[in-house]
């Protein structure tokens, strides 16, 4: 069954491009250009996925997810203009799962509405073992195994690496991975993250200048890719 | 010598307005009988506006002070003294300070808006120039793709890695653009916060071309040391070197680049091989729009070191270009100022 898009922007060419790439690569779909046709259009259509671009004509596309989060989990993709860092953000804390900038490739944009859908079919029926490239983790004993071995860490390092093991191929700003690994009242604390993402990488990355798990989103936050399966 | 010379020809409106005043002198004094001493006073103006339109404030102070002096020890009761009888004259005296001055700062304002015109003409030539280049590699590549079919996979691929790094090239000297004007305004604010200069490289390379990466480039950093600094500027800084040395080193010959802590500062150098360079030719690379002579064929508007420099100045740094025996090193140094509390 294909998998149905709505699509929220009101830039014609960029909604056209969607559009055509979307069928091209079998999935279906519906747009607006508008928040409030969206609205409607999810309410009737219950979509899969939703990608909305942030500056709409009728308002701010983060109203629109602050909305939809309200009422659902379906996931959503944020499509924004660089040198925005603070309007994604936003959007991501507001619960959208994932972002792209224009101009974007749309390569990658597919490559994040096929992670999107997976994790969100992944979160409905949890198996025993989390597999992400060389890493494995066990989700009743916890251990994380590291090319077949149990990798030794510290309790932090092990909550992080946990957190971005179960929030795969998904971008988290600083402030969630803080709140989530070290607790409210450390959204702040940079130097935390900052200091354990090095520390971390020296374990499971090959060269850590050049990471392939855990990756940078410069002024957002970090990505957690496992797509060297 | 050649520079005293420029200097003469840049100050030589000095002497002729010298010169006008000792001609005014010669005529008041000829005909002071059927010149009134107003006529006189208004005539002795005439060397401090011609000074004045020149807009160096410095030098019309001069001439004002010296037409007072003349028009006051010549022409004003008691004559041949410096002494004032009628304080009305005063008034005359400061009115010639206030033309001078009106004049100077005038004639300043439309001096800075000729230069910043020129600047912005030299822009956008090379803008065009620099956008066109990889532009019409991309246009010209993709072309050559289109046109054959048959072409083999391994040619297609280093084609189309030829576009992408064109597309990159473009994508980093539009970014350099923004930050150009960004950076000279003068009310920036740097968003200070933990830097990890090992997690910066990673996000600057994932904007370089995997041969780069993989073929041509040595790093050496140290150990998780956090900087205290704006991190969007830094990858922008350690971007712009790495691109520059890439565009200027020999072709086929490996960048170094090492990143060292000390405890009072962080030490970012990296060096390309490349000609022989003139020395004195270095202090300027940091100029914007400045490039080294004979590399005219290579891509590049010049300001990406420029924005270099006003990123290292921003965090209270210096930056240097220092010859080799057979290449540039780049040496920045930026001051700790903040050290991280640990867990």
């Known amino acids: ?219 957002i936050g970090y990505r957690f890719s496992c797509n060297k399966e | 010598m050649n520079q005293k010379k420029k200097n003469y020809i840049k100050h030589s409106y000095i002497f002729k307005a010298l010169a006008v005043l000792a001609i005014i002198t010669l005529i008041s004094h000829l005909f002071r009988e059927h010149l009134d001493i107003i006529n006189i006073g208004l005539i002795h103006i005439i060397p401090v506006v011609i000074v004045a339109i020149h807009g160096n404030m410095k030098a019309t102070i001069f001439i004002t002070a010296l037409s007072v002096i003349f028009f006051n020890f010549l022409y004003i009761p008691p004559l041949y003294s410096f002494s004032v009888h009628n304080e009305l004259y005063l008034w005359s005296f400061i009115i010639f300070a206030v033309v001078g001055w009106i004049i100077t700062v005038q004639a300043k304002n439309l001096h800075t808006q000729t230069k910043q015109n020129e600047l912005r003409e030299s822009l956008l030539h090379i803008i065009s120039h620099d956008l066109r280049t990889p532009l019409s590699t991309i246009h010209g590549t993709i072309n050559l793709i289109l046109a054959n079919d048959n072409m083999d996979k391994k040619d297609r691929k280093n084609l189309l890695e030829d576009i992408n790094y064109a597309s990159l090239r473009m994508k980093r000297l539009i970014t350099n653009l923004l930050d150009s004007a960004r950076l000279h305004s003068d009310d920036i604010d740097l968003e200070y916060e933990w830097c990890d200069f090992e997690d910066i490289l990673g996000v600057v390379l994932k904007d370089f071309s995997q041969k780069q990466n993989d073929e041509l480039l040595a790093i050496e950093i140290d150990d998780l040391s956090l900087f205290w600094g704006d991190n969007i500027l830094l990858t922008q800084l350690i971007t712009n070197l790495l691109d520059n040395a890439f565009k200027y080193s020999k072709s086929d010959t490996k960048i170094e680049l090492k990143i060292v802590h000390f405890t009072s500062l962080v030490k970012i150098e990296i060096f390309n091989q490349s000609e022989h360079i003139d020395k004195d030719k270095l202090k300027n690379i940091f100029d914007k729009f400045y490039r080294l002579e004979d590399t005219n064929d290579i891509s590049g508007s010049g300001i990406g070191l420029a924005i270099c420099k006003s990123i290292v100045k921003l965090h209270g740094g210096e930056i240097k270009a220092v010859a080799r025996d057979n290449g540039i090193s780049i040496e920045v140094e930026l001051p700790i100022t903040k050290k991280a509390t640990l867990l």
């Open chain 1, 1 to 219: 069954m294909k998998q149905l898009i709505l699509i929220v922007e009101d830039d014609l060419s960029v909604k056209k491009l969607l559009e055509i790439t979307l069928k091209e690569y079998q999935f279906n779909s519906i747009s607006s250009d508008g928040k409030k046709g969206a609205m409607m259009l999810f309410l009737t259509h219950t979509p899969d996925l939703l990608i909305v671009d942030l500056g709409l004509s009728d308002g701010d596309g983060k109203e629109l997810i602050e909305q939809i989060r309200e009422v659902s989990k379906t996931p959503i993709i944020v499509l924004s203009a660089r040198h925005d860092e603070k309007e994604i953000i936003a959007a991501l804390d507001l619960g959208a799962d994932d972002y792209i900038t224009k101009p974007f490739s749309i390569n990658e944009l597919l490559a994040r509405i096929r992670a999107a859908l997976r994790r969100k079919a992944q979160e409905e029926n949890i198996s025993q073992n989390v597999l992400c490239g060389e890493l494995e983790m066990n989700l009743a004993s916890r251990d994380i195994f590291f090319k077949g071995e149990k990798l030794k860490l510290t309790p932090i390092e092990h909550e992080l690496l946990k957190y971005f093991l179960l929030h795969t191929n998904k971008t988290l700003t600083h402030k969630q991975i803080l709140k989530e690994v070290w607790g409210v009242g450390y959204q702040n604390e940079m130097q935390y993250l900052r200091t354990y993402v090095n520390t971390l990488r020296k374990k499971i990355e090959e060269d850590s200048t050049r990471p392939s798990y855990i990756k940078t989103e410069s002024g």
